[in-house]
C-alpha cells in the first residue's frame, strides 16, 4: 500500500482533514473527493474519518493513496520488463524498442508497455507514465504508481529536480561540436504525428555535445530543457544532423538500424515521498553499439 500520513502539530490543530490534505500533503481537489468515498481512504488514529472533521494536535491522519487510484483500462499482457528500481511509490525502467509505452490508436491491437505493466502491477494497478519514450526510443523512463506520485514528478520535470540524458547517432556532425538549440516546435501541416520547427509553436530547448564521431556518423549527447514531441529528432534535424534510422526526419535505412538512433541513457529525480535523490543510468543498447562499430 502506498501511503502518507501526518501527525497533527500544535500550530496544525484545529484545522479540518480537508484543509490538511490539501495544504500539507498538495492532495488535489479531486483526489481528496475520490479518497473521501472510500472505505479505507482516510483514517484517523486508525478509524476512518470524513474531510470536514476537525483534527486536534497529536491525531495521526493516514491516507491510502490507492484507494483512490481508477485501473488503467488495458489488457494485462505478460513481457519482460527490464525494471532497474522499484518502491511502493514509482518504478524506473530500460524501456526496450520498439514499443509504445501506451495503446496507439493508429495500431489498437499492437502490445504496449501499458499492458505489459497492468500484468506486472496487477489488476487493480493504475498506470502513469512520468517521461513517455518514443515507441522506437530505448532507455529509462520513471512510472509513477498512483495520481499523487505522477502529479509531484510531473512538477519535477522541468524544474531541475528531474533531469534526463539521452545519447543519439546522427547523420553528420552538428556545428558547432557543442551548443543549444532554442526553435519553437508546432504540428507538421497534414500530418497526425509529424513535428516541424515552428516560431509559432511551442518553446523548445536542447542542450547537445559532440562526444564522438565514426565516419558520417557522430555520437551526440542530447539534454532536453523541455518536453514536446518528438524534440530531439526535429531539433537535431533542424541542424542538419538528423538521427540515423529516422524514418520520419531524416532516412530511413535498416541495413544500418531500424529505429531512429535514441536512447535515454540517465534519469535523476528527488523521490516525490522522501525527497532523496535518486540517480540511474543504462547501458547503450546493442544495436546503437553495434551502429557506432560499423
Not at 500500500?1 to 479531486?30: C, I, N, P, Y
Not at 496487477?122 to 526510443?137: E, F, K, Q, S, Y
Not at 564522438?212 to 526535429?234: C, F, I, Y
Request: net charge positive.
Amino acid at each position: 500500500m502506498a501511503g502518507l500520513e501526518l501527525v497533527v502539530t500544535a500550530q496544525q490543530g484545529g484545522r479540518t482533514v480537508r484543509s490538511l490534505l490539501k495544504r500539507e500533503l498538495g492532495l488535489s481537489t479531486a483526489r481528496v473527493n475520490r479518497l473521501k468515498r472510500t472505505e479505507t481512504g482516510l483514517t484517523v488514529n486508525g478509524a476512518r474519518v470524513f474531510t470536514n472533521a476537525v483534527l486536534q494536535e497529536g491525531d495521526r491522519l493516514a491516507v491510502d493513496l490507492d484507494a483512490a487510484e481508477r485501473p488503467s483500462a488495458v489488457e494485462p499482457i505478460p513481457m519482460e520488463l527490464p525494471i532497474c528500481y522499484e518502491d511502493d511509490s514509482l518504478l524506473i525502467l530500460d524501456k526496450p524498442a520498439p514499443l509504445a509505452v501506451i495503446p496507439s490508436s493508429l495500431a489498437p491491437q499492437e502490445p504496449s508497455l501499458a499492458c505489459g505493466l497492468a500484468y506486472y502491477l496487477g489488476p487493480t494497478a493504475a498506470i502513469h507514465p512520468v517521461n513517455r519514450l518514443d515507441r522506437g526510443t530505448t532507455g529509462l523512463m520513471a512510472v509513477a504508481k498512483n495520481g499523487w506520485v505522477h502529479d509531484r514528478l510531473r512538477r519535477q520535470l522541468h524544474s531541475g529536480a528531474f533531469s534526463r540524458q539521452y545519447l543519439a547517432v546522427c547523420v553528420g556532425v552538428p556545428q558547432p561540436p557543442a551548443g543549444t538549440v532554442d526553435r519553437p516546435i508546432g504540428r507538421a501541416p497534414g500530418s497526425a504525428v509529424k513535428r516541424q520547427v515552428d516560431p509559432a509553436g511551442q518553446p523548445a530547448v536542447t542542450d547537445y555535445r559532440v562526444l564522438e564521431t565514426s565516419g558520417a556518423l557522430s555520437l551526440v549527447e542530447l539534454a532536453p530543457r523541455t518536453g514536446r514531441t518528438h524534440q530531439l529528432r526535429v531539433h537535431m534535424a533542424s541542424l542538419g544532423c538528423p538521427l540515423a534510422g529516422d524514418w520520419l526526419y531524416g532516412v530511413e535505412d535498416r541495413l544500418l538500424i531500424a529505429r531512429p538512433a535514441l536512447h535515454a541513457r540517465s534519469l535523476a529525480l528527488l523521490h516525490p515521498v522522501t525527497g532523496r535523490p535518486l540517480s540511474l543510468s543504462a547501458p547503450l543498447p546493442a544495436d546503437m553499439k553495434k551502429l557506432l562499430e560499423r
